[in-house]
């Protein structure tokens, strides 16, 4: 185990700091090691709730002193109590004077905001290739929490049927104060009494036992446009989760789109790739080869005489439609390959001998042939 380093260190103190440079050290550190100012840096973000423990404890005199004679171990045991440090409610405010409060707030995770509003919602929708070169118009169907129609989301069955929350005073939060060692932390939450409306039903709507909202459900429809690539997300605005008794917005729908697989084709933007196996003489002698293709159209493919395997062809504006410019097509892009038969007959056996001869002729001797192989293989 790593032994804890000294609150002092960690503040970059000394041992007879005053208050002020305690936060002075604090508040510049803070700025130094914010998560918001390091994003995905793990060594920060552990140096951050470091120096918060050692600000917790340096700044209250009374734990300071305990923590000067004893220094982490002590008899009574951890300050934060048997789990360790799990963060603690520092008023930024008092520290930053203001200013530093939101970011802070967010990152606590502490629930200044009424967060009332209905759900966003992610939906994983499939579609065939082929609308990647067309697009198409969806319809899919989900079961989502809608706005109850029985009592317009009110969740009353009467217009006066409610009266205010005797719990938060309608207010539709209460703070709830919870200690961590010494320190107490102050939150506040959605009241459980009124859900957050502020409100309580006395006359609850039956169809959807008050809560405002049930679940249905619904068609949505949308398009998706020519080019679309599979992780695409749509954002279909309010047609998420309708909010509790119509406090707040619907929450948005999120549609990603995964594209499906074409039998031979992968795809690199709007270029459509593919391997084209052939025979040793089709890549000798050259081939005209015809084959059915997305667009509707035949893709007429002409192979030269002479042709190597690992060479391309490429066919101008045959690929994918380019999203948000759709008059303009990527390529096709062919790789040229050597397919090998399985097995020879004997017949085929005699004429390939007959030919050897020749092809070896054709060719320089081994040794130059190895030359030519790595120089070519080192000059890429
Ligand atoms: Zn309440
Ligand atoms: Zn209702």
């Known amino acids: 185990m790593v032994a804890k380093r000294?609150?002092?260190?960690?503040?970059?103190?000394?041992?007879?700091?005053?208050e002020q440079e305690i936060k002075k050290s604090f508040r510049k550190l803070a700025r130094k090691y914010h998560p918001d100012k390091n994003p995905d840096n793990p060594e920060a973000e552990k140096k951050f709730k470091e120096m918060q423990e050692a600000y917790a404890i340096l700044s209250n005199p009374e734990e300071r002193r305990k923590y000067d004679m004893f220094g982490h171990n002590r008899p009574d045991g951890?300050?934060?109590?048997?789990?360790?440090?799990?963060?603690?409610?520092?008023?930024?405010?008092?520290?930053?004077?203001?200013?530093f409060d939101s970011i802070f707030s967010q990152f606590f995770g502490s629930s200044q905001k009424r967060n009332t509003a209905g759900s966003d919602l992610l939906y994983h929708h499939s579609v065939p290739f082929i609308t990647a070169m067309n697009g198409s118009d969806e319809e899919i169907e989900i079961d989502v929490d809608k706005?109850?129609?029985?009592?317009?989301?009110?969740?009353?069955s009467s217009i006066d049927g409610s009266r205010i929350c005797p719990s938060c005073d309608g207010r539709g939060q209460i703070e709830k104060i919870s200690m961590i060692g010494p320190f107490t932390q102050r939150?506040?939450?959605?009241?459980?009494?009124?859900i957050g409306?502020?409100?309580?039903?006395?006359?609850p709507c039956v169809d959807c036992n008050g809560n405002g909202r049930l679940n249905q459900r619904v068609k949505v429809k949308f398009s998706i446009q020519p080019g679309i690539n599979s992780g695409t997300r749509l954002r279909?605005?309010?047609?998420?989760?309708?909010?509790?008794r119509n406090q707040g917005r619907n929450g948005d729908l999120f549609v990603e789109i995964d594209v499906e697989q074409h039998k031979w084709f992968e795809r690199d933007g709007a270029d459509l790739i593919m391997a084209l196996p052939l025979s040793f003489t089709d890549l000798a002698l050259g081939k005209k080869i015809t084959i059915p293709h997305i667009d509707g159209k035949k893709l007429a493919i002409s192979i030269p005489?002479?042709?190597?395997?690992?060479?391309?062809?490429?066919?101008?504006?045959?690929?994918?439609p380019v999203p948000m410019n759709n008059s303009v097509r990527g390529s096709v892009v062919i790789v040229l390959k050597l397919e090998m038969p399985n097995k020879f007959s004997n017949t085929m056996r005699k004429k390939l001998k007959l030919i050897s001869k020749d092809?070896?002729?054709?060719?320089?001797?081994?040794?130059?042939?190895?030359?030519?192989?790595?120089?070519?293989?080192?000059?890429n």
């Not at 395997?309 to 994918?320: A, C, Q, V, W």
Request: net charge negative.
């Open 197 to 203: 409306s502020g409100r309580i039903i006395t006359n």
């Open 305 to 320: 005489a002479n042709s190597k395997p690992g060479e391309t062809i490429t066919i101008s504006s045959r690929g994918l």
């Open 187 to 194: 939150s506040r939450q959605e009241c459980p009494s009124c």
């Open 78 to 99: 951890s300050p934060f109590g048997p789990g360790g440090f799990q963060g603690v409610n520092i008023s930024f405010d008092e520290i930053f004077g203001g200013g």
């Open 147 to 156: 706005k109850c129609i029985s009592c317009d989301g009110n969740g009353s």
């Open 359 to 379: 092809l070896d002729s054709e060719l320089s001797t081994i040794e130059n042939r190895l030359e030519e192989e790595s120089k070519r293989r080192r000059a």
């Open 6 to 18: 000294d609150y002092y260190e960690i503040l970059e103190l000394e041992k007879d700091a005053t």
């Open 236 to 244: 279909l605005k309010g047609q998420g989760e309708a909010p509790k």
